[in-house]
């Protein structure tokens, strides 16, 4: 959209408000960039107004035809005038009700019969809940088999390890991205945990006591419980909660969205590592052919996607505080001051682990390794880390071992002082190589400076944990793998 430079004309003022008012409305108002740039469409379409204002209703439905199934005065013809029903959307509970009434004169006397505003407006945010979970999992389940197929491609490619950020002993590539893959599994765990333990506030009335329909049902206890069980069953849940308020207990809120939360901190470790990675030129994100690294430095490659994520996962975990101080704050059996905070945080938290996870998706989809880069960055390090198996070799050839110390300790301290005094290389085998002292372990050294002999059982670990923990976690999702993500940048 192209704005004539008239439009700031002060000169003008009459033709620019008017140029202004006849833009576009999405122009002309805030757009949460969640949903308008980067959110999939089925969890945008999760938390609309449609599926909302359409939930409603077919729980007005649910609720008539189990009254009517339980001995109410209410007809077929009732029912099937709310059936067939157009849907109209409007913002509010009882605005929604004086609707769905007026188009269906006939089933007007029953529609939200005995019930309170929560019992659409609980019951529907327990469904996008759910439903919400049913869209993550199977996303959360394809990063977790891009990355096991990582995984095991790079197994056993010897990498520097760090601890501190400082060089430590060598681990492989497949092996750390194992410890980002036993987060990811704790993830789905917590997730699969959160979305079967949601249950159906059902059938409750005002205050939680089922009041209202015990009268509807002229004192019929059992009734009213059949009530409640039929529109939980109707809603595709197995159970309701035997005990509320007015609303479900806030702590469900606090359940479903720190298992969230949790999973942005896993993400965001995951891509602070991957960028760390970027820098030293040891792995980079995909980056397409026609992609700008930036702006003013043309052969850079920044890694926009993990950054993205970044950024996001730290919005997800903030978001949290939320339910936490609401689920605080609630009084007695409920008050009002929740909802305007949850009609944000509960769509929020579920909109931004989507976009997290199909971006992450596509970072493990296309990871690229440099192993040339990786293996001059060990060389550099080696020599240091492979001290003990030279005083080791030493000493099985007839060695002194603490003349060999000394001998290895000076060495070290010499090719450290290259290194960092001098910013050459690491000399320390030419130091060794030169020295007679070492002559009776000069033809061991490729043997003892060989980087698979520092990695440890880093293979096995990788391939026992994949074929435990990893693969059967993803059976369920087998039909839901070959989806593949490209993303606009």
């Avoid at 949790?262 to 026609?290: Q, V, W, Y």
Wanted: charged content about 25%.
């Amino acid at each position: 959209c192209s704005i004539n430079s008239a439009l700031y004309d002060e000169s003008n003022l009459e033709q620019t408000t008017a140029s202004l008012l006849n833009m576009e409305d999405d122009f002309m108002k805030y757009r949460s960039p969640l949903v308008s740039r980067y959110a999939s469409k089925e969890m945008a379409y999760n938390f609309s107004d449609r599926k909302k204002f359409t939930t409603w209703r077919k729980l007005w439905i649910y609720l008539a035809k189990a009254e009517k199934a339980l001995g109410l005065p209410i007809t077929d013809a009732q029912v099937q005038e709310m059936e067939n029903e157009e849907r109209k959307l409007r913002h509010d509970v009882m605005a929604h009700v004086h609707t769905f009434a007026h188009c269906c004169p006939t089933a007007a006397p029953i529609i939200h019969l005995g019930a309170t505003s929560c019992y659409v407006g609980d019951n529907t945010d327990l469904i996008m809940l759910r439903d919400g979970f049913d869209i993550l999992l199977p996303k959360l389940a394809r990063v977790i088999d891009r990355l096991a197929n990582f995984a095991e491609k790079y197994a056993d490619l010897p990498t520097l390890g760090f601890t501190h950020y400082q060089p430590a002993q060598l681990t492989t590539v497949g092996k750390r991205a194992c410890l980002w893959l036993q987060d990811l599994v704790m993830d789905m765990r917590n997730l699969q945990r959160a979305r079967d333990d949601l249950r159906f506030r059902g059938v409750k009335g005002t205050t939680g006591t089922q009041a209202s329909f015990l009268q509807l049902f002229q004192g019929d206890h059992d009734k009213v419980e059949e009530l409640d069980r039929m529109v939980t069953d109707m809603a595709g849940f197995k159970k309701s909660y035997l005990v509320t308020g007015q609303t479900y207990s806030r702590k469900v809120d606090i359940d479903s969205l720190s298992c969230l939360a949790s999973m942005g901190a896993t993400i965001h470790k995951i891509c602070t590592d991957i960028r760390l990675l970027a820098n030293m030129k040891e792995i980079e994100e995909p980056f397409e052919k026609e992609q700008i690294g930036s702006s003013a430095m043309p052969y850079k490659r920044n890694p926009m996607r993990a950054e993205r994520c970044c950024s996001l996962a730290r919005h997800l975990v903030a978001l949290l505080a939320d339910p936490l101080q609401t689920a605080s704050v609630q009084w007695l059996e409920r008050t009002l001051d929740d909802s305007a905070n949850r009609r944000i945080s509960l769509p929020e938290s579920f909109l931004t682990a989507d976009i997290i996870l199909t971006t992450l998706q596509n970072i493990t989809e296309g990871l690229v390794v440099y192993p040339k880069v990786i293996e001059r960055h060990i060389r550099h390090e080696l020599p240091f880390m492979a001290t003990e198996n030279l005083i080791m070799a030493m000493v099985k050839a007839g060695g002194n071992r603490q003349d060999c110390h000394e001998k290895i300790r000076v060495l070290s301290q010499q090719a450290a002082a290259v290194v960092k005094q001098e910013g050459g290389d690491n000399d320390l085998l030419v130091r060794v190589q030169a020295d007679p002292y070492f002559a009776p372990i000069l033809g061991q050294l490729d043997s003892l400076l060989d980087p698979k002999t520092f990695i440890g059982r880093a293979p096995q670990q990788v391939a026992r944990f994949l074929s435990e923990e990893v693969r059967p976690l993803l059976e369920p999702y087998k039909s839901k793998m070959d989806v593949k993500i490209e993303l606009e940048l």
